[in-house]
């Protein structure tokens, strides 16, 4: 930890560091995972159908692993169980609980009834004693898939994803109003940054769903389809351009209220967060997917050419959301409260919240997601060979 300039003695630390960068980030996949689902369970979206029930898993895997950096961030994180037991009605973190559960609840029943077949199926043919004790249970008893209990799971299905659409917002723009309503800090205190913060998180979503979807299809763990490639692309695109405006307004309020806090914010962004900012977060990660994304909405022949462009363009993208909450979260606490000092922060390795540490919480979900599809198809039901004549990936 270095210092520079004036700080104050009670103010010369980073207290919030990379497992508060992970937290949002995480979240933020969920997110936009599952408005990828909603579009077809709920809106009918044919051409996303293949990577349908796959967004779920993904939305799924991430939400059992979104607490985890604040538990690692805390001292005593067994403390967390207070939020719980004794609720305070009043408190931020405590309403992030309330919706975070809800959500859970939410997504855990739409998996289960999406792969209700599935389920009932390995009840009836596990040939192990422990497999079949382990899908009966799942089963709950009721092993028939008949049309009648297909259309009801279906109707099932819309229902909460029209409940898990409003929840999946609230989830995420909930930590953008975390960080809005800290009035201590001026770059965070705006009533942008909960909108700020859930379209980049339907960015990040879309970007790492197209970017495993070219990889999972062209193994053949997922049906290929170059639709449901164009569909994904496109409201990237659309949610890329919202974001852009979003978090463009905001910088342009604070210039033109040019106000103290403008003073110091501009100072940070030009100078101490020149690289990470401007260079790495608006140069590399908006500009070029952006470009790229706009150059495929008008290309319809060349699809290694197209999966090329949407893989680079998905990847630029979600490094461009970690860089955002990493600038946002970090370069936020680097000016001092006597606006004239900045402070340094240099991540370590092996600390309790270091490098290390943030890898693993980040590569922990794509483990659940792997044993998960281990056990269930990635496949939407009925897709195998649907889309045979296309051509695969690359």
Not at 184 to 206: D, E, H, K, R
Not at 222 to 251: K, V
């Amino acid at each position: 930890m270095t210092y520079s300039e004036y700080l104050f003695p009670n103010d010369m630390h980073i207290y919030w560091s990379l497992m508060i960068v992970t937290y949002p980030f995480i979240t933020g996949l969920i997110a936009g995972a599952f408005i990828a689902s909603a579009l077809y369970h709920v809106f009918g979206l044919e051409e996303l159908k293949p990577i349908s029930r796959f967004a779920l898993m993904v939305s799924f895997a991430f939400m059992l692993c979104a607490t985890l950096p604040l538990l690692f961030h805390l001292g005593h994180p067994e403390r967390a169980l207070n939020v719980v037991i004794t609720p305070h009605w009043h408190s931020a973190m405590a309403g992030f609980g309330f919706i975070y559960s809800f959500y859970l609840v939410v997504l855990t029943l739409e998996i289960w009834l999406s792969y209700w077949d599935e389920i009932a199926e390995y009840s009836k043919t596990s040939s192990s004693g422990i497999k079949r004790l382990f899908w009966r249970t799942m089963a709950l008893g009721v092993y028939e898939t008949s049309d009648d209990i297909k259309q009801a799971n279906k109707r099932a299905i819309y229902i909460l994803g029209l409940i898990g659409i409003p929840s999946a917002c609230t989830l995420h723009g909930y930590v953008g109003f975390i960080f809005g309503s800290l009035k201590s800090n001026p770059w965070w205190s705006t009533p942008l940054m909960p909108q700020v913060f859930l379209l980049s998180a339907i960015v990040s979503g879309l970007a790492l769903l197209i970017v495993m979807y070219i990889v999972l299809s062209s193994k053949g763990y997922l049906t290929w389809s170059f639709r449901c490639l164009r569909t994904l692309c496109f409201y990237l695109w659309l949610s890329m351009l919202f974001y852009m405006i979003s978090e463009g307004l905001e910088i342009l309020f604070f210039f033109y209220e040019s106000s103290d806090a403008w003073f110091v914010i501009s100072t940070l962004l030009f100078t101490k967060l020149w690289v990470s900012f401007v260079i790495v977060q608006v140069g590399i990660g908006v500009v070029v997917p952006f470009t790229l994304l706009s150059i495929m909405l008008f290309m319809s022949k060349s699809q290694s050419a197209y999966t090329t462009m949407a893989m680079i363009a998905a990847a630029t993208a979600l490094f461009e959301v970690w860089m955002m909450r990493w600038n946002i979260v970090i370069g936020g606490q680097q000016f001092s409260k006597s606006y004239v000092g900045f402070r340094s922060y240099h991540p370590e390795w092996l600390d309790q919240e270091g490098i290390l540490t943030t890898m693993g919480l980040t590569l922990l979900p794509f483990l659940l997601l792997y044993i998960m599809a281990r056990m269930l198809p990635m496949k939407e039901a009925g897709e195998d060979g649907q889309a045979a004549k296309e051509v695969g990936p690359g």
